[in-house]
């Protein structure tokens, strides 16, 4: 491991479309510093290798306080968090979710914001989810593809839609972001009706197309450029946007000359090359190699941490898994389950072990369930067996879980 000096005096550099003055360790923000954001999101306190990671307090663009423990640009801990309305909640986060309230902990040191932490004067609003979602259908004439689906998105959230081809998750992103007319019930995206041509709110969204409605003949950068344009942006860091997602060394070729996957990782720039507050990603990595794919992830996580509401799909539970701060399973046009992954695990995962056994020459191995009746007794034989070599824990996966509330998979 290579050990970097922290600087001791403060640098001021660009970090996440904002400025950032504090401590740094190889050129990232690590140590205290604080970052301002253009659209007035501040942060202040702790660093780890470029995110906010221990104690800080972030006041948002819409007056909302946080101050208390985060964990990689998440609220993760112990925390007080202020609505601009003045109501405040106190308690616990886990992985950017409020989990318990802290009257029902063990007695805490009590928080309390500093004066310094004024609430900024533009905004009195209340936070509100970013796409609220009520009974929505969809019928592609007698087939009913989306059955009175409910959820809500909330500002800096990734929700993944994890569900088979054909479940419905294309068809929820194509009505939300009015590529289909919307046929029943009804939605809100940044407190609007959807189904109207609203223009205030199609430059706030960033979407990525099934149809790859680029301009072939334009180079990478000719088209976000052209694309940014649309919504009156000047400057928009095409450059920046294509090294996020792997692109900058191609910047200036033609898009006819670029294979699917590049394609795929331009539209993903494209959608939030205006900084949009909701992204619709729809199948974001699907057919990527698993190099770029995780540069894809990386930069969606930033989109979110920026404060970002992101509406995914994906038949990938891996992904689902590692993106998402909650998944819904969609089976056959409806929501089977909606929370984080760790409940949907806690809540239907069945737990096993993996054993590995000396077998004569070979070795043999045995998958036994943990919350079975005889598991114990199963377990103390197989560790005093002279034969086991290994023994691992094994946690349900999505699918496994997907499968037990479904009776289907996520492949086809
Ligand atoms: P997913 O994105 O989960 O793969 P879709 O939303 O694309 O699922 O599809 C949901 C259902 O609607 C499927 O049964 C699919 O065959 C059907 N469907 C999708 N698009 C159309 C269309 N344009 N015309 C008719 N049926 C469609």
């Keep these: ?179 289909l007319a919307l046929k029943g019930g009804n939605a809100k995206i940044l407190g609007r009706d959807i189904g109207r041509d609203d223009p205030k709110i199609q430059s706030q969204i960033g979407v990525t197309f099934e149809e790859k409605n680029l301009y072939l003949e334009m180079t990478a950068i000719e088209n976000l450029d052209f694309f940014a344009s649309l919504f009156g942006i000047r400057n928009p860091g095409s450059l920046e946007a294509l090294q996020r997602v792997g692109l900058a060394d191609r910047a200036k070729d033609r898009v006819s000359e670029y294979s699917k996957g590049m394609r795929q990782r331009l539209m993903i720039a494209r959608a939030f090359i205006n900084k949009p507050r909701i992204l619709f990603l729809d199948e974001p990595t699907d057919g990527l190699d698993p190099v770029t794919a995780a540069a894809i992830r990386k930069t969606i996580k930033e989109e979110a941490d920026r404060g970002a509401a992101v509406l995914l799909t994906t038949h990938n539970m891996f992904e689902a898994d590692e993106l998402s701060d909650r998944v819904a399973f969609i089976n056959e046009g409806e929501i089977v389950a909606l929370d984080t992954a760790e409940n949907l695990k806690l809540k239907y995962g069945k737990r096993s072990v993996r054993v590995r056994l000396r077998d004569g020459d070979g070795v043999r191995e045995e998958n036994l369930p943990l919350d079975g009746e005889k598991s114990s007794t199963q377990l103390s034989e197989l560790a005093a067996s002279p034969d086991l070599m290994t023994i691992h824990t094994e946690e349900a996966t999505l699918e496994a879980i997907f499968i037990r509330l479904t009776g289907r998979g996520l492949a086809g």
């Design 1 to 179: 491991m290579v050990e970097y000096k922290r600087t001791p005096e403060k640098q001021s550099i660009p970090w996440m479309g904002g400025k950032y003055a504090g401590q740094l360790k190889d050129r990232v923000p690590h140590g205290h510093g604080r970052l301002l954001l253009p659209d007035g999101t501040r942060y202040d306190g702790e660093w780890h290798e470029g995110k906010p990671h221990g104690r800080g307090t972030v006041i948002h663009a819409r007056g909302a306080i946080y101050k208390g423990d985060l964990y990689n640009g998440r609220r993760h801990g112990y925390g007080m968090y202020a609505k601009p309305d003045g109501q405040i909640i106190k308690g616990k986060w886990e992985y950017g979710q409020f989990a318990r309230p802290l009257e029902e902990l063990p007695r805490q040191k009590e928080i309390k914001p500093s004066p310094t932490d004024r609430l900024p004067a533009q905004s009195r609003e209340s936070i509100a989810p970013a796409i609220s979602v009520k009974n929505l259908s969809h019928w592609y004439g007698n087939l009913q593809a989306v059955k009175k689906i409910n959820f809500d998105v909330y500002p800096g959230e990734i929700l993944g839609f994890l569900g088979p081809n054909g479940a419905g998750k294309s068809t929820t992103i194509k009505v939300l972001t009015g590529q």
